[in-house]
């Protein structure tokens, strides 16, 4: 298991030479990570809210954590795109600057707001060499030099994952995500004992249904998942974007409004607008 530093779940860098300068009137803030069962949609949730900052005008960059499978394909399409990097060339490198992160950045056209860092199709773990636990700290505190507000697509198998686990451990805040079965909550009890020993903060942790069907509600919710901060109901709509590779696309439909409702409640209460 890693060993992380301990009390360093709040810390900020000293250094923000490097930051762009339309951030630096940005006054709150701050790394969220969205994580959960497989399945419980933590790419989706995750791109929703930030196309939500990101029209609201804030500086925002999404991170996906995941190495076995490029995500970058699946939030939008290539069309979308431009300044393409790749988070495997940064995690390669010995040492994570700034500037290395923002030379990888990829650029959405339409979201003038939004920086996204991930692999690139064709891409995988296996691309890559080896990278540690310093440079997964190092990629972290570089997005809070370069953007106010970060949010970050944790992988769910944080055993093998130093990337996520690390994100988990030094975000500000974690949406954790289940769907509302026994199978679901039997995954996340066996992965919070990993992290145990590393400090982690339940204090910091929003437990959230995801996926919600109209036939779930009630008692049988109650029961798989007990209290919970936030609750995303399922939407045709957001499935129908998903499949399409189109995460960051507009919803309309009527089925989607408690969904929009639900991302824009957990923006304003993790980050305040």
């Excluded at 929703?48 to 076995?68: F, Q, V, Y």
Aim: hydrophobic share 40%.
């Amino acid at each position: 298991m890693l060993n992380f530093k301990k009390g360093s779940i709040f810390s900020r860098s000293a250094g923000n030479e490097d930051a762009y300068e339309e951030y630096e009137q940005e006054d709150q803030g701050g790394v969220l990570a969205v994580w959960g069962s497989p399945g419980s949609g933590k790419t989706t949730v995750a791109a929703r809210i930030a196309k939500h900052l990101a029209g609201k005008r804030k500086n925002t960059i999404l991170l996906l954590c995941d190495m076995s499978a490029p995500m970058l394909p699946c939030i939008c399409p290539p069309r979308d795109l431009e300044n393409k990097g790749s988070l495997g060339s940064v995690l390669a490198a010995a040492h994570v600057s700034d500037s290395l992160i923002k030379n990888n950045l990829t650029t959405h056209k339409r979201l003038d707001y939004l920086s996204i860092l991930g692999l690139v199709k064709g891409e995988s773990e296996y691309t890559y060499p080896p990278y540690s636990d310093v440079q997964a700290r190092e990629l972290i505190d570089g997005l809070r030099n370069i953007a106010p507000y970060v949010v970050i697509d944790c992988g769910s198998y944080i055993a093998n994952d130093i990337l996520s686990a690390v994100a988990l451990m030094e975000s500000d805040a974690v949406l954790r995500l289940a769907n509302a079965d026994l199978k679901s909550i039997s995954y996340l009890s066996s992965q919070l004992p990993l992290l145990k020993d590393a400090g982690w903060d339940l204090d910091k942790q929003y437990k959230t249904a995801s996926n919600v069907k109209p036939q779930q509600a009630g008692d049988h919710m109650a029961k798989a998942l007990g209290t919970v901060a936030f609750t995303l109901p399922y939407s045709a709509e957001v499935e129908s974007l998903y499949l399409a590779g189109d995460l960051l696309g507009e919803l309309s439909m009527k089925d989607s409004r408690v969904f929009r409702k639900e991302i824009e409640k957990i923006s304003k209460e993790v980050f305040g607008c």
